[in-house]
C-alpha cells in the first residue's frame, strides 16, 4: 500500500520517472503550484473584441426600435385618440431635447470664443432667445409638479390648458395657429389704449411742429392707414425726453405696452420698465443681426415667425407680404440707436396695426 501510493504521486509529480529529489525541490519551491493542477492560469482577462461590443448593441438597439414600431403600431390601431397625444407628446419632448443640446453648443462656443449675446450670428442669437423663454415655461411646471402625487394633476391640466402649459413643441399644428390667432388678438386690444396715451402725450411736447406731425400720424393710424418709415423717423426725438422716454412713461401705458409685447402687465411699474428694456433691446440685436444676414436667407416659417415677434398678424398673410414688411421694419430699425428703446416699443404698434392684408 505505501509503495503504491508512493507511486501515484511520483505519477502525478512528472510521471513514474521523476527523481525524489525532484519531488522534493518541487514541493520546497515558495509561490509554485502544483503541476496536478494543471499548467499556471494567466493573469489577463480575455475580453470580447469591440466590434462585437458594437455588434451586440447595434442588435439590441435595432431590436428595440423593432418592439417600438409594433408597440406605436398597436396603439394607433387600438387608441387612436391617446396614441396621437402620446406621439404629440414623445415628438415634443425629442425636439425640446435637441433644442438644449443645441442651445448648450452655443453657450460652449460663446464661452470658447469669449463672445457676448450680441454678436453671434442671428439664427443663434433667436435660438437662444426662444429657448430661454420655454425653459421658463417648464421651470413654472416643474414648481407645481414639487407636491407629492401633485404630476397626476399636471398633466391633467397640461391636457385641459395647452396654451397656458405647454411650449410650442407639444401643440398640434391646427393649436399653433389658433394659439397664435389669440395671442394677436390680446396684444392688438391693447393698441387703442396705446394710441390714446400718445394722444394725451401730444400737448406736453415743446416743439409744435413735432406736436402737428404727432397729431397728423395718430389721426392716419387711427382711421386704418399703414404709415410709412418716412412718417415715423420725424419723430424720433420726442421719445428720447419726457414724457415719451421710458422711464416717464405712466403705469397705464407701461402695462398697455406690456400687453402689446405678449408679457405680463400683472407686476410692479419697476419689473415692468426692466422687462421692457430687456425685450427691446434683444428685439434692437436681432434685427442688427438679421440686417447682417439678409432676409433672402431667411426660410418662410422663419420670415413669418420674425414678423410675428415684431408685431405684425402674419399667421394668415402670404410669404411675399411678410418680406416686404420685414425689410420696412429693417430699414426702420437699422436708423436707431440703443438709446431709442421708447421708439422702438412704439413702432412695434404703429408700424404693424394697419399693414395691408391683416386682419382688423
Known sequence: MALSRVYWRRVSLGGAGAPPGHLLSLRLQPGRRSPAWGPPRSSRLHLSPKGDVKSLVSSFVAKTKVVNEKYNRF?????????????????????????????????????????????LSYRDMEHLRQFRRDVAKCFFL????????????????????????????????????????????????????????????????????????????????????HPSVGDLLPLKKCFSVYPLDMSHLSTPHVKALSRAMLLTPHLPSVLLRYRLNKHTTVLHQLDKALKRLGIGQLTAQEVKSACYLRGLDSTHLPEDWCR?????????????????????????????????????
Open 75 to 119: 396603439l394607433e390601431r387600438r387608441f387612436p385618440r391617446f396614441y396621437a397625444v402620446y406621439s404629440l407628446f414623445f415628438k415634443g419632448f425629442q425636439m425640446l431635447l435637441a433644442d438644449a443640446k443645441k442651445a448648450r453648443r452655443i453657450k460652449t462656443f460663446m464661452n470658447q470664443k469669449k463672445l457676448m449675446y450680441h454678436q
Open 142 to 225: 416643474g414648481i407645481i409638479s414639487i407636491p407629492p402625487f401633485a404630476n397626476y394633476l399636471v398633466f391633467l391640466l397640461m391636457y385641459l390648458y395647452p396654451r397656458q402649459l405647454l411650449i410650442h413643441h407639444f401643440w398640434t399644428s391646427k393649436q399653433q395657429l389658433e394659439f397664435l390667432d389669440i395671442y394677436h388678438a390680446r396684444r392688438k386690444q391693447s393698441h387703442p389704449e396705446i394710441l390714446d396715451c400718445l394722444e394725451r402725450a401730444i400737448p406736453l411736447l415743446s416743439n409744435a411742429a413735432l406736436q402737428r406731425h404727432f397729431t397728423s400720424l395718430c389721426t392716419k393710424v387711427q382711421k386704418g392707414a
Open 324 to 360: 416686404i414688411w420685414l425689410a420696412e421694419w429693417l430699414q426702420f430699425s437699422s436708423s436707431l440707436t440703443d438709446a431709442d428703446v421708447s421708439f422702438l416699443l412704439h413702432a412695434v404698434v404703429l408700424f404693424s396695426t394697419n399693414f395691408p392684408g391683416t386682419r382688423h
